[in-house]
T-cell receptor, first 115, second 110 residues
Framework: ETGVTQTPRHLVMGMTNKKSLKCEQH?????MYWYKQSAKKPLELMFV???????ENNSVPSRFSPECPNSSHLFLHLHTLQPEDSALYLC??????????????FGPGTRLLVL | SQQGEEDPQALSIQEGENATMNCSYK?????LQWYRQNSGRGLVHLIL?????REKHSGRLRVTLDTSKKSSSLLITASRAADTASYFC??????????FGKGTRLSVIA
């Protein structure tokens, strides 16, 4: 166990549904991340939160909406998704300082299928 | 933008053999990290090597970094079937904390 949990582990949703992915880290880290992993593509960074503030949004469509209520929890709200959004969604956390990017600890991921 | 690129894309070896994977990157870095991913699971951090380090060891893993060539290698010695996984290098790029390559898929055959 890495200290980062994600729920649900599997999710099937229709294009008109609204669902949320949840991530929780028990490591006391100050940064949290959402990544998307599709088949045969590199891991794509979606959102970064440092001290609960969003610091990066890599041109992610608005049908993905992140929320970080505190430094331990991160949500990804999904609505009106497309079939091409089917992927493994990974959450990670790290303790960032002035010395550059540190080790990221990943959750097990949520396997999402959009029908 | 893609920063690190692993080579080869896939590698198949017999148990007990050594496995070497390479990573090339484009811009200056302050550290480079290697991760492992079992099929459909989260990534697990293996080693972080800083730009002022040339080599680092962790158990059966050996990582080298050549900043003049902008390359790194990961060596797994005496491989086991349980080492079967995808291996990724990751480096900072611009404002992005870590950018991952497409990975090397390692198969260790018992």
């Amino acid at each position: 166990e890495t200290g980062v949990t994600q729920t649900p582990r599997h999710l099937v949703m229709g294009m008109t549904n609204k669902k949320s992915l949840k991530c929780e880290q028990h490591l006391g880290h100050n940064a949290m991340y959402w990544y998307k992993q599709s088949a045969k593509k590199p891991l794509e960074l979606m959102f970064v939160y440092n001290f609960k503030e969003q610091t990066e949004n890599n041109s992610v469509p608005s049908r993905f909406s992140p929320e970080c209520p505190n430094s331990s929890h991160l949500f990804l709200h999904l609505h009106t998704l497309q079939p091409e959004d089917s992927a493994l969604y990974l959450c990670a956390s790290s303790q960032e300082g002035a010395g550059g990017p540190e080790t990221q600890y990943f959750g097990p991921g949520t396997r999402l299928l959009v029908l | 933008s893609q920063q690190g690129e692993e080579d080869p894309q896939a590698l198949s070896i017999q148990e007990g053999e050594n496995a070497t994977m390479n990573c090339s990157y484009k811009t200056s870095i302050n550290n480079l990290q290697w991760y492992r991913q079992n099929s459909g699971r989260g990534l697990v951090h293996l080693i972080l090597i800083r730009s002022n380090e040339r080599e680092k060891h962790s158990g059966r893993l050996r990582v080298t970094l050549d900043t003049s060539k902008k390359s790194s290698s990961l060596l797994i010695t005496a491989s086991r079937a349980a080492d079967t996984a995808s291996y990724f290098c990751a480096t900072p790029s611009g404002n992005t904390p870590l950018v991952f390559g497409k990975g090397t898929r390692l198969s260790v055959i018992a």
